[in-house]
């Protein structure tokens, strides 16, 4: 060993710089061979990382050193601790020279990932009232770690410009669907319910007089005229029906155990390659053999049109038929002929439209940028039009010479189109497809106003920046220390910032996976779509709550509320206030926990167990992996290739606990199981689809204790104790994720010591969320590149 070169070396950087810090350089010393260089030295090399030759060449490992000990990974547990001075002494000497060191670049272009593309095409063109999405015309982004923002791995082909393409000139044909300067008359359809159809024969009659469905899944709609709505605008469907045939069939097999509800949503027509964009959007319950009526407006975009529904009737009726005949409950002849079950019988369908509350339209005004239709055959007023379409797809000011190419593109396309309308929709369609467009750009070092309002707005609202963001961008005022401040304040309460709140907890806990590996339908018969989206927005609605109520971190470890309605209330075994009348609706309601319940903060929601479950068993390695590397932020590595995966003892002759005993007695897997096992203990208490259990089976036991960060813990709910009591850990892991969020990037060693600086501010209010959240947005995180 030699740690007098490793002295040298921190001493000689320190004194490279003139830093008054190189007398504690030396104090360091003792505590780098008493708790580092034992293990970490030329000839043992602990995790591949030698301590005592350390030189000038290994910038990079300064970094990952200070890493390792501010988030307490080293030393391990098992090894003698430093005290926390200390750690807090070589954390920022390690710290300070990882700050000496050059500053790696980063990707100065990001493009917009999927749904960002959605929220700014909407936005740029104005296309809010209907159901149309940019983004379904654009493959899902293929991030492999990381958030979606990460710049890296939002990479671009020759097939995705053609998708976006497809999706810019679709999107300006919704937006752009007509230049008239009045607006059309409204029209009346009655649909004939004799051309009613989207049913298979076998599930309708119909004739003049009514159309008669009895199947759940079809959407049943007109044909001809009625089929697409040929421009969009607001319309007024009516429906008068009734539920018909209660008892009709002579086994009650149809799973229908309310009246027949009908249900009135919004589809697309004419996009086969694309799956289809579909809104369910009322719900209204019949009564037997008594016709009711209904109606509704809704916007309708163009191509689209309304269907009807049975909403909870018989997905595949044949499906129980067969079912029924094997089990001799009914015989071949009760099951010839047409089905007859309980259906819906539709005798009115009407539509009338389009209606207008301004005209032009908003998609029109806003893609223009006027209130009036310009004359276009006026050479300035289509410069002017084209100029402030260009300013807001870029983002930015537009230079006389970049107009002059845009000019002539769209008077070349007019030459050939000879049609002003298709013009304007060719030229802004390339706009939309280019680089300025699809990417944010940003420089060296400090940001620009206009790189910073695009960073900001993509940070809260996942959208291109609004009019008073640009206008103080164009002003130069944004970069100002108190405009800024009031800006963020101004973005994180607007509602938009549902979905900085929404999608940066689907990633930073992984819900996006929920759903991808079910529970098990024999184990688990209760486990439906519906449970399934409770379970997401308790945790997505738990995490708004913290946020725009500025509540500390804390409350994600351990907490004494959450949101409940009846199907959560049931599978936590948690009586609501109020009876079942506080949720009758299935909406989320936020309900006091019962003391003592481990069901406080995130570790006890039926998500996160779900989704740490393979769907018919648990996994403490499983678990505790997703707790290291999502929750606490310090992922283990990798299992070494030549170990053999655990497979579980299916007899039930051994417990999980004793088989990873066994499995980390080999010196190659203890390492990792010490700091990851104990966590996947806590929540054995939990099985696959979140119900808390005492048992696996009635001869085993759960066993939850377990020791982490050098404390033993009996349950899950003496583990919050321990990671509640540092907050600091978890806090800086947070404020790392939610930077990299915000930045579209890693972060780098130069960034932690804002890092540093927001933790320990944050630190005096008890690490409350919005007040996290904003001092990032206000730091050089969000300033600077």
């Known amino acids: 060993m030699k740690p007098l070169l490793l002295l040298a070396t921190i001493v000689c950087f320190f004194a490279f710089s003139g830093d008054t810090q190189a007398e504690e350089a030396l104090n360091t010393k003792s505590l780098l061979q008493k708790y580092c260089v034992r293990c970490h030295n030329t000839d043992e090399r602990e995790g591949d990382v030698s301590l005592d030759q350390l030189s000038r060449d290994d910038i990079d490992l300064f970094g990952q050193i200070y890493e390792q000990l501010s988030s307490r990974q080293m030393p391990p547990d098992d090894e003698m601790q430093p005290t926390s001075k200390e750690r807090e002494r070589l954390a920022r000497l390690f710290l300070e020279l990882a700050k000496k060191s050059t500053v790696p670049e980063t990707a100065a272009l990001r493009r917009l990932n999927k749904r960002e593309y959605s929220n700014t095409v909407r936005d740029l063109l104005g ?44 999107s300006l044909r919704q937006a752009l669907f007509t230049l008239d300067p009045e607006a059309p008359k409204a029209n009346v359809i009655n649909v004939d319910t004799a051309k009613m159809t989207g049913a298979s024969r076998r599930y309708e009659t119909k004739d003049r007089q009514a159309y008669v469905f009895r199947v759940g899944k079809a959407k049943i709609h007109g044909t001809g005229p009625t089929q697409l709505m040929k421009m969009p605008g607001r319309y007024r469907i009516t429906v008068t029906a009734s539920a018909i045939d209660q008892d009709r069939y002579p086994v009650p097999f149809v799973p229908v155990n309310a009246p027949p509800v009908l249900g009135i949503g919004i589809v697309s027509g004419n996009r086969s390659g694309v799956s289809e964009f579909d809104r369910h959007e009322e719900k209204f319950p019949l009564k037997y053999d008594q016709e009711q009526t209904f109606q509704l407006e809704r916007w309708i975009d163009q191509g689209f049109h309304p269907y009807l529904q049975f909403a909870n009737g018989p997905g595949k009726p044949v499906t129980q038929i067969r079912a029924n005949l094997r089990r001799g409950k009914i015989t071949k002849a009760d099951a010839t002929g047409p089905f007859v079950g309980p259906g819906i019988r539709v005798t009115e369908f009407k539509i009338e439209g389009p ?162 590996m079910p529970p098990d339908s024999k184990l688990f018969r209760f486990y439906n779509a519906s449970v399934e989206t409770a379970m997401l927005a308790e945790t997505r609605q738990f ?27 049931t599978l936590y075994g948690i009586p609501i206030e109020g009876g079942d009348n506080a949720i009758s609706d299935g909406k989320l309601v936020l309900t006091r926990l019962p003391k003592g319940s481990p069901r406080g903060g995130i570790l006890g929601h039926a998500s996160v167990l779900t989704l740490t479950s393979n769907g018919v068993e648990t996994s403490p390695v499983t678990r505790g992996v997703w707790v290291l590397a999502n929750f606490m932020g310090t992922p283990p590595p990798p299992p070494p ?18 088989m990873l005993e066994k499995h980390r007695s080999d010196p190659a897997c203890m390492s990792c199981h010490r700091r990851m096992d104990p966590l996947g203990f806590a929540l054995e208490a939990f099985d696959p689809v979140g119900r808390f259990r005492t048992n696996y089976s009635k001869r085993v036991k759960v066993s939850t204790q377990g020791r982490y960060m050098g404390q033993n813990f009996d349950d899950i709910n003496e583990l919050k104790q321990i990671l509640s009591s540092d907050l600091r850990l978890f806090a800086r892991n947070l404020i790392v994720r939610l930077s990299e969020y915000a930045k579209g990037r890693k972060l780098v060693s130069a960034d932690y010591a804002t890092v540093e600086a927001i933790l320990s501010a944050s630190q005096k209010d008890g690490f409350n969320l919005k007040h996290i959240v904003y001092m990032i947005a206000i730091s050089d995180l969000m300033t600077h590149r």
């Open 127 to 170: 296309i809010r009232g209907g159901i149309f999405d940019p983004g379904k015309f654009i493959y899902k982004d293929e991030v492999s770690e990381g958030f979606d923002t990460e710049g890296e791995s939002l990479v671009t082909s020759n097939e995705l410009l053609l998708e976006y393409l497809e999706a810019a000139q679709l």
């Open 355 to 516: 209606f207008y509350d301004t005209w032009p339209p908003e998609s029109v005004c806003t893609t223009i940028g006027s209130n009036t239709i310009p004359d276009f055959e006026n050479a300035t007023a289509r410069l002017y039009l084209l100029g402030r379409f260009a300013k807001r797809t870029f983002r930015r000011r537009v230079t006389r010479e970049e107009m002059t190419l845009w000019v002539k593109y769209l008077n070349a396309r007019y030459a050939t189109t000879r049609d002003w309308r298709e013009a304007f929709i060719e030229t802004m369609t390339a706009m939309m497809a280019s680089p300025d467009f699809l990417y944010l750009q940003e420089n060296e070092g400090e940001l620009g106003p206009f790189q910073l309002a695009s960073r900001l707005s993509y940070f809260f609202w996942s959208t291109m920046p609004d009019h008073e963001l640009f206008s103080l961008a164009d002003s130069g005022k944004l970069t100002e220390p108190d405009v800024l401040r009031q800006q963020v304040i101004r973005l994180i309460q607007d509602p938009r910032s549902r979905r900085f709140s929404d999608s940066f907890v689907d990633q930073w806990l992984a819900l996006d996976t929920l759903g991808s």
């Open 543 to 569: 995490f708004r709550h913290v946020f725009q109520e500025n509540r500390s971190v804390r409350d994600f470890i351990d907490s004494e509320y959450t949101f409940l309605n009846r199907q959560l209330a």
């Open 641 to 658: 290739a030549e170990v053999p995966a655990l497979v579980p003892d299916l007899n039930g002759a051994r417990t999980v606990r004793q």
